[in-house]
């Protein structure tokens, strides 16, 4: 029984403009590809990016100029057992500014706080990244920045007899010109007949 693993990352710098919240939801959900999430994996993902990012625009730099770094780390775990192969995996995502930082991060997290009640939604971003990922991690100083470090867990368990019995079926589809006739050769190779 063979284990494998790895892992892949990503850093991307961006300005910090509204406009680009949707470029960093973007590229998380296009790093996370490779491990075949589910639709609401990526949305739950996108959503906590985009509360931190905007977090960085409103409050950090107080829309004002100022860069954002994104990075990812993606690591998988392929486990094999008798029937099945397991893939864990998680994403850490940091998303990192040089503005003002904040100077009680406790209170900062808790809901419907803000320091700015102007803005809909406001007090809601920690909240929202809390409920959407299993950890979240805020590093902040006054005049330095803020940090935010959010991990979430992936895990699939797929049966072997279903990836044979698929790999099987389109080598076999591949080699027909309809699909009938892939049909009628797989009802003959498993002893049945049409």
Request: proline share 3%.
């Amino acid at each position: 029984m063979e284990n494998k693993s790895k892992e892949n990352n990503m850093t991307l710098e961006f300005d910090a403009k509204s406009e680009n919240e949707s470029l960093a939801r973007i590229a998380v959900a296009s790093f996370l590809t490779e491990i075949d999430p589910t639709i609401e994996e990526i949305n739950d993902i996108k959503t906590a990016v985009s509360e931190a990012v905007t977090n960085s625009i409103v409050h950090g730099y107080n829309e004002g100029p100022g860069k954002i770094t994104l990075k990812c780390k993606l690591v998988c775990n392929q486990y094999e057992k008798q029937d099945t192969y397991t893939v864990s995996s998680f994403i850490t995502i940091e998303i990192k500014d040089l503005g003002v930082g904040i100077t009680n991060i406790e209170k900062a997290r808790e809901p419907l706080f803000t320091t700015k009640p102007e803005f809909e939604r406001s007090g809601m971003g920690f909240m929202f990244m809390e409920m959407f990922m299993d950890k979240v991690d805020v590093i902040s100083e006054p005049g330095k920045g803020t940090t935010v470090i959010m991990e979430k867990k992936l895990k699939k368990v797929i049966e072997k007899n279903s990836i044979k019995s698929s790999q099987y079926n389109s080598k076999l589809m591949s080699h027909t010109n309809s699909k009938s006739i892939g049909l009628v050769n797989l009802k003959e190779k498993s002893g049945q007949r049409a």
